[in-house]
T-cell receptor
Framework: DAGVTQSPTHLIKTRGQQVTLRCSPI?????VSWYQQVLGQGPQFIFQ???????GRGNFPDRFSARQFPNYSSELNVNALLLGDSALYLC?????????????FGEGSWLTVV | DAKTTQPPSMDCAEGRAANLPCNHS???????VYWYRQIHSQGPQYIIH?????ETNEMASLIITEDRKSSTLILPHATLRDTAVYYC???????????WGAGTKLIIKP
């Protein structure tokens, strides 16, 4: 079975632009989470979705938004990009959202804002 | 903030066992301990997790102390490909997020 897939793998955007990152979870997984990882730091939680509903949100501004589709894939949108948004954006999936359910990560989308 | 404390870096000789410690003194009774690793510029890779009992899989063993305040990840026969940052994470009781610390940078030396 395919793992968590993300697209695009790399992209460059200009300050003020908007970006959409996409994620397909492992087949059968209904929970998708998004993390931001700045170089040299551990990932920071942005959102979790389960069964198309937002279950959790990290400490990120409203410029960050996400949604989950009926097929459980997900998009992360970031508006009005800042230089500080440059990071590796990770998508993760699990069967459910409960503790004890293993979370698997994709390879990430590298975003560079110039 | 992360609920775990790990040494920032460790070295291990190729072919030897790598033992990575983690302190989680404030862990709650129903919180799991997870281990992930991240090879440079790649997504985190799940290694193993446990609640109370020791666990073993094809990648590693997880030893959790009886009081659950610390644990050790053991890579039995380290190879150069095991060079990575290893993260010990306590899974939040609210179930949905992983809170990451700085991890341990493990360097396997030939």
């Amino acid at each position: 079975d395919a793992g968590v897939t993300q697209s695009p793998t790399h992209l460059i955007k200009t300050r003020g632009q908007q970006v959409t990152l996409r994620c397909s979870p492992i087949s059968g997984h209904k929970s998708v989470s998004w993390y931001q990882q700045v170089l040299g730091q551990g990932p920071q939680f942005i959102f979790q979705y389960y069964e198309k509903e937002e279950r959790g949100r990290g400490n990120f501004p409203d410029r960050f938004s996400a949604r989950q589709f009926p097929n459980y894939s997900s998009e992360l949108n970031v508006n009005a990009l800042l230089l500080g948004d440059s990071a590796l954006y990770l998508c993760a999936s699990s069967k459910q959202g409960n503790s004890g359910n293993t979370i698997y990560f994709g390879e990430g989308s590298w975003l560079t804002v110039v | 903030d992360a609920k775990t404390t790990q040494p920032p870096s460790m070295d291990c000789a190729e072919g030897r066992a790598a033992n990575l410690p983690c302190n989680h003194s404030t862990i709650s009774g129903n919180e799991y301990v997870y281990w992930y690793r991240q090879i440079h510029s790649q997504g985190p890779q799940y290694i193993i997790h446990g609640l109370k009992n020791n666990e073993t899989n094809e990648m590693a063993s997880l030893i959790i102390t009886e009081d659950r305040k610390s644990s050790t990840l053991i890579l039995p026969h380290a190879t150069l490909r095991d060079t990575a940052v290893y993260y010990c994470i306590v899974r939040a009781n609210s179930n949905y997020q992983l809170i990451w610390g700085a991890g341990t940078k493990l360097i396997i030396k030939p």
